[in-house]
């Protein structure tokens, strides 16, 4: 177990959404589709990790319940893939501690090239009950041809992003959810703070799990206080804010510059969660 593999936002309008990640001053990767799914999505590879871009663009296809998601919650943060290099040694190593994971599953998809073509990038996912991974919709992720999905321009952003810093998720007992993921990652990976629960994944990331009320407090652009587990806000490392908020200002988006430093952009002008930046 290695760190946040990839954040999933399910997004209504795939091809918007791919446009309004370029303004946020990210490169977008070319279209990739899920064989055999109704789904298809772009890519914001990271110098460590990626945002995914995930929506529908044939419903009459399987979509591994993002209609479900989208007509529940609208769009937003989706889910989180955890990393690592072994899925099948993962696996006897989540059974020795009392968990019992499903898989190794392999998955595939489609990736148009910019000359024309297609390449089939493939994984190796892991699962566990929601019961012993909760609240974040994750699964474990091993890429089998990481050289097909990440190229050195695809990281380099006008933005200066760098990587995944934290996700915070609102649950209703942060307490009980953080004594399962003592389970998967020892007692020493998860923290108290003043306010969360925090879930130190191995490369810098950090899973952030607050009551919907502190949640609401945390980020006031949320319409209401989350209902349920729900993905709410991811934190983004960027190697300049300057030029970070050069780009957003660039582009027309709007931001707000909190102490920390940290700049941060509200819901509805990144596709349904608050999307902060910082050093």
Same mark, same amino acid.
């Given at each position: 177990?290695?760190? =946040?593999?990839?954040?999933?936002?399910?997004?209504? $309008?795939?091809?918007?959404?791919?446009?309004?990640?370029?303004?946020?001053?990210?490169?977008?990767?070319?279209?990739?589709?899920?064989?055999?799914?109704?789904?298809?999505?772009?890519?914001?590879? *990271?110098?460590?990790?990626?945002?995914?871009?995930?929506?529908?663009?044939? /419903?009459?296809?399987?979509?591994?319940?993002?209609? #479900?998601?989208?007509?529940?919650?609208?769009?937003?943060?989706? &889910?989180?893939?955890?990393?690592?290099?072994?899925?099948?040694?993962?696996? %006897?190593?989540? =059974?020795?501690? +009392?968990?019992?994971?499903? @898989? /190794?599953?392999? *998955?595939? #998809? *489609?990736?148009?090239?910019?000359?024309? &073509?297609?390449?089939?990038?493939?994984?190796?996912?892991?699962?566990?009950?929601? @019961? %012993?991974?909760?609240?974040?919709?994750?699964?474990?992720?091993?890429?089998?041809?990481? %050289?097909?999905?990440?190229?050195?321009?695809?990281?380099?952003?006008?933005?200066?992003?760098?990587?995944?810093?934290?996700?915070?998720?609102?649950? $209703?007992?942060? $307490?009980?959810?953080?004594?399962?993921?003592?389970?998967?990652? @020892? #007692?020493?990976?998860?923290?108290?703070?003043?306010?969360?629960?925090?879930?130190?994944?191995? $490369?810098?990331?950090?899973?952030?799990?607050?009551?919907?009320?502190?949640?609401?407090?945390?980020?006031?652009?949320?319409?209401?206080?989350?209902?349920?587990?729900?993905?709410?806000?991811?934190?983004? #490392?960027?190697?300049?804010?300057?030029?970070?908020?050069?780009?957003?200002?660039?582009?027309?988006?709007?931001?707000?510059?909190?102490? +920390?430093?940290?700049?941060?952009?509200?819901?509805?002008?990144?596709? +349904?969660?608050? *999307?902060?930046?910082?050093?």
């Amino acid at each position: 177990m290695a760190g =946040t593999d990839h954040l999933i936002y399910g997004v209504q $309008d795939l091809e918007a959404a791919r446009d309004q990640f370029r303004r946020l001053g990210f490169v977008v990767t070319p279209r990739g589709r899920h064989k055999g799914w109704g789904t298809a999505n772009y890519c914001v590879m *990271l110098t460590q990790g990626y945002i995914e871009l995930l929506g529908i663009i044939d /419903p009459s296809q399987f979509s591994n319940n993002l209609d #479900r998601f989208l007509t529940d919650k609208g769009e937003g943060l989706l &889910g989180i893939a955890l990393a690592t290099d072994d899925s099948a040694t993962l696996a %006897e190593k989540l =059974t020795e501690r +009392g968990l019992h994971p499903e @898989g /190794p599953f392999a *998955l595939s #998809r *489609l990736l148009e090239t910019e000359e024309g &073509g297609t390449v089939e990038p493939a994984f190796s996912l892991l699962r566990l009950p929601p @019961g %012993e991974l909760p609240a974040i919709n994750g699964f474990f992720c091993q890429h089998l041809t990481p %050289e097909l999905l990440r190229k050195p321009a695809w990281e380099l952003h006008p933005n200066a992003v760098t990587g995944i810093a934290s996700t915070t998720i609102a649950v $209703d007992d942060p $307490d009980t959810v953080a004594q399962a993921y003592e389970q998967v990652y @020892g #007692r020493a990976a998860v923290v108290p703070t003043d306010d969360a629960w925090a879930v130190h994944l191995g $490369d810098g990331s950090v899973l952030l799990f607050v009551t919907p009320e502190e949640a609401a407090t945390l980020y006031p652009s949320l319409d209401d206080a989350p209902n349920g587990p729900t993905l709410v806000a991811t934190a983004l #490392r960027s190697a300049d804010l300057d030029q970070t908020a050069a780009a957003l200002s660039a582009n027309g988006v709007p931001f707000d510059r909190l102490p +920390g430093p940290v700049l941060r952009v509200a819901p509805q002008d990144a596709c +349904g969660a608050v *999307l902060e930046f910082v050093a």
